[in-house]
């Protein structure tokens, strides 16, 4: 699983092989991680919406619509003010999928990993 269990004797390892989603700074909160302003048409979230049939002027916020676990997973570290040291001061949900350099949404980073089979962790 990628899981390596070790003594507390030998150092820990928590994971090998995982690819990191982001690295958050000390002023991470709640907000960035699970944000609820306005869906926005061209986020991950948006998207979904509108594959389900949901007009535009209906989106409403992520704060609206926690009870949606596939709009809220989708919302997920996508606050505009993000801040992912990854990507080296560019501000908002963006990171670098490695190893192709594609700087992406954090969603769509995470699902593409996914499909490629690969692990992820997130460090904050």
């Not at 390596?4 to 002023?27: F, M």
């Not at 869906?39 to 992520?62: H, M, N, Q, W």
């Not at 190893?99 to 904050?124: C, F, H, K, T, W």
Request: include cysteine; hydrophobic fraction near 40%.
């Amino acid at each position: 699983s990628g899981m390596e269990a070790r003594s507390e004797t030998s150092g820990g390892v928590l994971c090998s092989g995982a690819y990191c989603l982001a690295v958050l700074g000390d002023s991470v909160t709640t907000d960035h991680i699970s944000p609820v302003f306005k869906i926005r048409e061209d986020t991950p979230a948006g998207r979904y919406l509108k594959d389900c049939g949901v007009d535009v002027k209906d989106f409403s916020s992520l704060g609206a619509r926690r009870g949606c676990a596939e709009v809220m997973a989708r919302g997920t570290f996508s606050n505009l003010r993000l801040v992912n040291l990854l990507m080296h001061g560019k501000v908002g949900p963006w990171t670098l999928h490695i190893p192709s350099g594609d700087e992406l949404l954090i969603y769509d980073a995470a699902e593409r990993y996914q499909r490629e089979g690969a692990e992820m962790v997130i460090i904050a």
